[in-house]
C-alpha cells in the first residue's frame, strides 16, 4: 500500500521559513517524478513545484527563486523549503508521487499571518 505523509507546516510570519517534508512508503521511490500543489481557501489547487526522477526541477512562477524542491531517494522523503513567505502563501500544501498513478498526501496547512 502506497503511503504519502507530509509534514513541516504551520504557522510563520511574513519574511519567515518553512521546510515541508514528504515521506513516501510501499513502492520505490526513486523510480518516480514527485511535486507539491497548495489550495488556499476559496481558491483552486495550484501545482508549485516538481521534481521528476532524474531531479530536473520546476516552479510556478509565483515562487520561484523562494521555494527549493528536493529529494533523498536513500529516505523516500522529498522536501519543499520555503523561504520569504507572504500571506499569498498560506494554503493547504499537498505532495503527490506519480508511478504514473497518482498518489497523494493528506496535506499539511502553511498559514503566513502576522
Known amino acids: 500500500q502506497v503511503q504519502l505523509v507530509e509534514s513541516g507546516g504551520g504557522l510563520v510570519q511574513p519574511g519567515g521559513s518553512l521546510r515541508l517534508s514528504c515521506v513516501a512508503s510501499?513502492?520505490?521511490?526513486?523510480?518516480?517524478?514527485m511535486g507539491w500543489y497548495r489550495q488556499a481557501p476559496g481558491k483552486e489547487r495550484e501545482l508549485v513545484a516538481t521534481i521528476l526522477r532524474s531531479g530536473r526541477t520546476n516552479y510556478t512562477d509565483s515562487v520561484k527563486g523562494r521555494f527549493t524542491i528536493s529529494r533523498d531517494n536513500a529516505k523516500n522523503a522529498m522536501y519543499l523549503q520555503m523561504n520569504s513567505l507572504t500571506p499569498e502563501d498560506t494554503a493547504l500544501y499537498y505532495c503527490?508521487?506519480?508511478?504514473?498513478?497518482?498518489?497523494w498526501g493528506q496535506g499539511t496547512p502553511v498559514t503566513v499571518s502576522s
Open positions: 503527490y508521487l506519480d508511478s504514473p498513478l497518482r498518489y
Open positions: 510501499g513502492l520505490i521511490f526513486r523510480f518516480f517524478n
